[in-house]
């Protein structure tokens, strides 16, 4: 089990940090990459040709402005790619569009915009699918999960 986080610029890092916590918390194993599709895309495409060789079975991907490394990155694998749009310029609505518009034939799932957290619980549920213990490790986790906010709930709200 292992994931690829790649994103475009070391000012995105606080933010993709969210992916690498999800994978943690279930014991997924993940390599973090800066790589840009316009500034290096040489290594970009060096490191995606190389994916099958490393382990990968699922690729994070955070972008902002004009938001094409998911696109890019998709377009070079089979591997499913999920996309975090990254505040960077309109409230990251710009970024949202980019990634989450794909043609046909090469999609890119996409989560909230900044909820790199998100994107490393799906990919914990796609690995899921093909891993048995991961599987009831995320069944545990939902079931905590909804215990906890049942509790917190009954508790009422305090203004």
């Known amino acids: 089990m ?14 993709m940090k969210g992916a690498a916590k999800a994978l943690k918390e279930f ?6 990459y800066i790589l840009s599709a316009h500034r290096v895309p040489e290594r970009l495409v060096e490191v995606i040709n190389n994916a099958d060789e490393r382990g990968f079975e699922c690729i994070i991907a955070g972008a902002g402005l004009a938001a094409h490394l998911p696109g890019v990155i998709a377009s070079l694998t089979t591997l499913p790619v999920i996309g975090v749009p990254i505040n960077a310029a309109l409230n990251g609505l ?28 799906l990919a914990v549920q796609i690995l899921a699918l093909k891993y048995k213990e991961l599987n009831e490790k995320l069944k545990v986790y939902r079931k905590n999960m909804k215990e906890k906010f049942i509790e917190e709930s009954e508790k009422g709200a305090e203004f």
């Open 2 to 15: 292992k994931v690829a986080i790649i994103f475009g610029s070391k000012s995105d890092t606080d933010i």
């Open 27 to 32: 014991g997924v194993e993940y390599e973090a």
């Open 94 to 121: 710009d970024s949202l569009l980019s990634i989450v518009q794909m043609p046909k034939s090469i999609p890119v799932a996409t989560v909230g915009i900044n909820n790199s957290y998100n994107a490393g619980m």
